[in-house]
């Protein structure tokens, strides 16, 4: 931050000009918004300071060396790069809060450019350490590309010119920025226009007043020539900046046109700016080959300046396949054309519409292995819902249910809304009804209503077989009022209220009160039962403190869970309207469980096109896989299209067809590798990506060696949003790929992650009251998605068909219950151990799966390839270790398959060793026992040592041990490993 606050007053400066009369100045501009105007020349530097001629007496203080200069009849001065900079007067009332433009005339030539090269010069503006907090500041780009930052104390915005201005000539330069849109000008032509929600400065932002010439006085110092500089406190027209360009012509309206065609809605998707155009009313009429297809109208209220600022879409009549002559038509009130605007576009034949628009896994069969619901409405007018395992019950008192797991209450009260006014006046709610609008096997739905003095209450209830329930509640005022607080709160039972999941899998242990931002996924239990929560917008969220909207507070018998919809004064005059979804856990039974499944990943990593001629004893790899046990291969080799299921007919799919037909001979599936939060460029859909990606586009750029490596080709890949077009085409593509190239199912990655999202085109954000976009999560539509390629499998390859799921950072556990195994341990300490660094509770509770009811195995190459060290870690949890990395890891886990299937381990019940009805325990430190029970008497224990020294082992019965075992006397166990132990029944000794 600089030292020039307070500088001279301005009679004393006034007195340094002479000829210029100050007073003159101030009268020459009044309501023009000119908030700063300086002329440069060498009476400048005879006094070191410049006038303000804007009138506002931002009189500026001259700094250091500055030499004169001229260019015909302009002057101007030097900017030597060392210690020259103008400070301005009265600086600080120069930061700026909505439309602002810069205008300035300036020089620099090649020579001066090189000086500059290795620092980023600050031209003008607020020179904050952080880019959030500048307001607004012009620089250069090592010396030749003049960028623009705005601020806004949370998120900023940059803009560069793509031109190299070192080439010693006089340029004329306007940034004009109007919220939330920005242009550029050089000598009078656009050179850039962009628009973003983070264009938006914030006065309060920006904690350093304005310079000019450089960061601070002594370092990246400006060098060129400045001969005048205009700051604006609004959006000047496109004649003001042609004014200031010294551009003698006629101007005549222009228009830039982003078009784009969509093949979704067989319409044009299109933003138009139409510069120079008479400010008024009208209308715009779109004609396609002189044929209007749509219209809408404007208002004066919607220019920028002179610009008028207009998108949507329009549907398109039958056009046939070539090029069609596209008018953007402009016409005032009393219907004179003002501007019309022409373009080309082309129309090529639909590929495949069926992959935008279809129903594929949309049923309302209840798959297994749920069950049917039941619904029944009580005597005293409560309903009650069974789904599997769970029961939910809806109180006459609004907003009041509860859940029960496995006939374990979660909940130690029910559930409650709760309303203080301003006053600390608590809102009385009286319930109204409370009925059951749809009862069927796949589906329920509730209606409840309620009143109070200042609302009408209403709350939809809509419950999936999978017992998601969705919430849609409604609040509207009866008169205007202001409220308080406003939150919903949960009284979970403290025995269940263990762990707190905020979504990612890192989780805290509830010990103290616990504060959260809004949280799109979340869930509060721990590794048997739990509640799971997701809403994926926070409109209508008005909290006193952003990182306290859902908190977790721990009391005697009970863990209050509060949502907190308001938390400041807010004054409701219009209904608000919140959803979100409620499931109680577990949410399915296991079915196939991994063990059963024994999906493994082929050696070497991407190798399946050398399944049939490679040799592993004596036979073909493919053979030799079978012949061990495997049942299912995720085949981790992708399209050169980067992420799909195969596609048919291309030349991968022709690749592997011999060796999918030989796999099914063999009885093994083959789920092909599908990266579905990534959407590459090289896509045939790309031409559609504005129907499938984040906005803002964000490119994933650590899949560079990934893509290469798996694809064979270089391309680029962006963050994909999990939208109903989206669904439509994964589930497009997944059929044709087992149709035709007879697929069993899926291998997804990173799908159940949820990211904020402000695409407008596919439905995702909101516009707030600031009149800002915020962007909304897809959480809802990751779980159809997942319900969708579940059910699509499932009606394809019955229990044969799997959806393979790798969740490496996600705790989304309604999407999750939809995958038939998991690939769990990516946020694993790498050569460590794991007792050291991740305590077994919270082992169970992140990877295990215990809580959803969808089986997982344990990815292992993130504890460094150790497999022997990854099953001694998982078989204690009756996980399996995906074979994966090494060529021999099969050959470690097919003995285990055998002497499970061997033992009947499915028919056998496995009792953990953290279980209090454990029979049996290891007398030595860091060991642990798990067993299975077989109904004929037998057991398998699996005892792992999972310190870091050998173990001589002393087995122990538990006061539990009912039936008793012969027992070994000693187990010798290297460390990290485990062994696999049959015991017979003592009687039969």
Request: glycine share 6%; hydrophobic share 35%.
């Amino acid at each position: 931050m600089f030292l020039y606050r307070t500088l001279l007053p301005v009679w004393g400066l006034c007195a340094l000009f002479t000829g210029i009369n100050i007073c003159a100045a101030e009268s020459m501009i009044s309501s023009d918004k000119l908030m700063l105007h300086y002329r440069f020349s060498t009476e400048n530097i005879n006094h070191q300071a410049v006038a303000d001629l804007s009138g506002n007496a931002h009189h500026g203080k001259m700094l250091g060396d500055f030499q004169a200069c001229a260019d015909g009849t302009n002057q101007g001065v030097i900017f030597n790069g060392k210690n020259t900079a103008v400070i301005p007067g009265r600086a600080a009332d120069l930061r700026l809060n909505g439309a602002f433009s810069v205008a300035l005339q300036l020089r620099i030539t090649p020579q001066q450019a090189e000086a500059m090269r290795n620092g980023s010069p600050l031209l003008f503006g607020t020179p904050d350490t952080r880019s959030i907090l500048r307001n607004y500041t012009l620089f250069f780009d090592y010396g030749r590309r003049l960028e623009l930052d705005v601020g806004n104390g949370i998120d900023n915005y940059n803009a560069f010119t793509t031109l190299d201005l070192a080439d010693g000539k006089l340029h004329n330069i306007v940034y004009v920025v109007a919220p939330p849109m920005a242009w550029i000008y050089i000598d009078g032509k656009c050179v850039k226009q962009t628009a973003g929600a983070s264009i938006q400065p914030t006065a309060a932002a920006g904690s350093a007043d304005p310079i000019i010439g450089c960061w601070s006085p002594g370092n990246d110092h400006f060098q060129g020539e400045l001969y005048e500089l205009r700051l604006y406190n609004r959006a000047l027209s496109f004649r003001e900046v042609i004014n200031f360009s010294g551009i003698s012509q006629k101007i005549e309206p222009e228009a830039d046109l982003n078009m784009q065609y969509s093949a979704v809605r067989n319409a044009l998707d299109w933003d138009i700016y139409a510069r120079n155009i008479e400010e008024c009313d009208g209308t715009l009429t779109l004609e396609v080959q002189n044929n209007a297809v749509w219209q809408c109208s404007f208002r004066k209220s919607q220019f920028i300046g002179e610009r008028l600022s207009l998108s949507g879409f329009s549907s398109l009549p039958e056009l046939p396949v070539g090029k069609h002559e596209i008018s953007f038509v402009f016409k005032n009130s009393d219907n004179r054309e003002l501007f019309r605007y022409k373009s080309i576009f082309n129309v090529t034949a639909l590929e495949e519409p069926e992959r935008f628009h279809n129903t594929i896994g949309i049923s309302n069969e209840v798959l297994p292995p749920w069950t049917p619901m039941y619904c029944q409405q009580n005597s005293d007018g409560s309903i009650r819902v069974e789904v599997w395992n769970r029961t939910y019950h809806f109180h006459r008192e609004f907003m009041a249910f509860d859940f029960i797991s496995g006939n374990e209450s979660l909940m130690y009260a029910p559930g409650k809304l709760d309303i203080v006014l301003s006053g600390n006046k608590k809102e009385n709610i009286r319930p109204g009804s409370l009925e059951v609008i749809k009862s069927e096997a796949h589906q329920t739905i509730i209606r409840q209503t309620a009143l109070s003095e200042s609302f009408r209450f209403e709350v939809i209830h809509c419950i999936d077989y999978d017992g998601f329930d969705r919430i849609n509640l409604k609040i509207m005022p009866r008169r205007k009022v202001a409220v308080k607080q406003m939150f919903f709160q949960l009284p979970v039972t403290q025995r269940r209220a263990v762990h707190s999941v905020p979504g990612l899998l890192k989780h805290e242990r509830i010990s103290g009160v616990l504060n959260y931002p809004f949280t799109p996924v979340y869930y509060l239990g721990d590794e048997y039962k739990g509640l799971h929560f997701i809403a994926d917008s926070d409109e209508h969220y008005y909290p006193y403190d952003h990182n306290r909207v859902m908190s977790i507070e721990p009391q005697d018998k009970q863990v209050l869970w509060k949502l907190r919809f308001i938390d400041a004064d807010f004054e409701f005059d219009q209904p608000v309207k919140y959803e979100f979804a409620l499931q109680a856990a577990p949410v399915r039974p296991v079915g196939l469980d991994a063990w059963e499944r024994r999906v493994v990943v082929m050696a070497p990593y991407c190798g399946e096109l050398e399944l049939l001629s490679m040799r592993r004893n004596g036979v073909s790899a493919i053979e030799d896989y079978a012949r061990l046990g495997a049942r299912a291969f995720a085949v981790m080799r992708v399209e050169k299209p980067f992420a799909y299921p195969t596609i048919p007919d291309s030349d991968y799919a022709k690749q592997m067809r011999p060796i999918t037909q030989r796999a099914h001979e063999l009885g093994i599936s083959m789920y092909p590798y599908t990266v579905s939060f990534v959407f590459s460029e090289l896509a045939p859909e790309w031409n559609e990506r504005e129907l499938y990606l984040l906005y803002p586009r964000k490119s994933y750029t650590d899949c560079g060696d990934t893509l290469e490596r798996e694809c064979g080709v270089k391309q680029d890949a962006h963050h994909v949003c999990n939208n109903i077009y989206y669904q439509n085409l994964m589930l497009y593509r997944l059929q044709n790929a087992m149709l035709y190239e007879q697929t069993d199912g899926v291998y997804l990655d990173g799908t159940t992650s949820t990211r904020r999202c402000e695409n407008s085109r596919h439905g995702c954000g909101y516009l707030r009251a600031d009149g800002k976009y915020q962007g909304t999560y897809c959480g809802f539509a990751t779980r159809d998605m997942l319900r969708r390629l579940y059910t699509l499998v499932w009606q394809m390859r019955g229990e044969k068909g799997g959806v393979d799921l790798h969740m490496s950072d996600a705790y989304h556990i309604s999407a999750a219950a939809y995958a038939t195994t998991r690939w769990m341990g990516e946020g694993l300490p790498k050569n460590e151990l794991i007792t050291q660094s991740l305590p077994l509770e919270d082992y169970r509770l992140l990877y295990t799966g215990r809580n959803i009811g969808s089986p997982a195995d344990l990815l292992t190459y993130t504890m460094g390839q150790k497999f022997r060290t990854s099953l001694a870690l998982s078989l204690l949890h009756n996980m399996p270790a995906r074979p994966h990395g090494g060529m021999n890891d099969i050959d470690l886990i097919a003995p285990i398959w055998q002497i499970r299937d061997n033992f009947g381990c499915s028919r056998a019940e496995f009792t953990a060793y953290w279980e209090k009805h454990a029979p049996l325990k290891a007398a030595e430190k860091n060991v642990y026992v798990s067993i299975h029970r077989h109904p004929d008497g037998r057991a398998l224990a699996t005892v792992a040592n999972l310190s870091a020294d050998v173990k001589q082992v002393h087995l122990q019965y538990t006061p539990e041990a009912e039936p008793r075992w012969k027992l070994p006397e000693v187990l010798e166990i290297p460390a990290q490993d485990f062994r696999l132990v049959e015991l017979t029944p003592a009687e039969k000794e």
